[in-house]
């Protein structure tokens, strides 16, 4: 089964990549992409993805704002934060908020991968 993710982070370089990382994984595919947290609640509205993949730091609207939008409007998709920012007070308010996993941008790229199969129940 295809799962559908919608990617939001405010570098372009940051969404191409995570876009080539999802689109090269079999049960994975990019269903949208936005530059900030606005963009991306207004994207999910319309796109209805399986996981919502957000950045912290964005214009307009940051990643813990959105994500308590979503939670609202879709409280069944998984959020997970993906940031540049790793510190324990960062990822307490995005738990509290409604984030399913915080990874930090510095880890490997299979955390976030291997997050993103768990919040789906793929593994």
């Known amino acids: 089964m295809i799962h559908t993710v919608l990617i939001a982070d405010d570098s372009l370089f940051m969404r191409k990549a995570l876009c080539e990382l999802f689109d090269r994984e079999e049960d994975f595919d990019v269903c949208g992409e936005a530059e900030n947290g606005s963009e991306a609640v207004e994207k999910a509205r ?24 979503l ?3 879709m409280p069944e998709v998984p ?18 908020v409604g984030v399913w996993a915080f990874v930090s941008k510095s880890e490997h790229i299979s955390v976030l991968l291997g997050q993103a199969r768990r919040a789906l129940g793929i593994q």
């Open 46 to 69: 319309q796109l209805h993805p399986d996981l919502i993949l957000l950045d912290l730091a964005m214009p307009v609207m940051n990643g813990f704002d959105a994500t308590r939008i």
């Open 79 to 96: 959020i997970i934060m993906f940031s540049g920012y790793s510190d324990s007070s960062s990822e307490r308010e995005a738990r509290s």
């Open 71 to 73: 939670k609202r409007v």
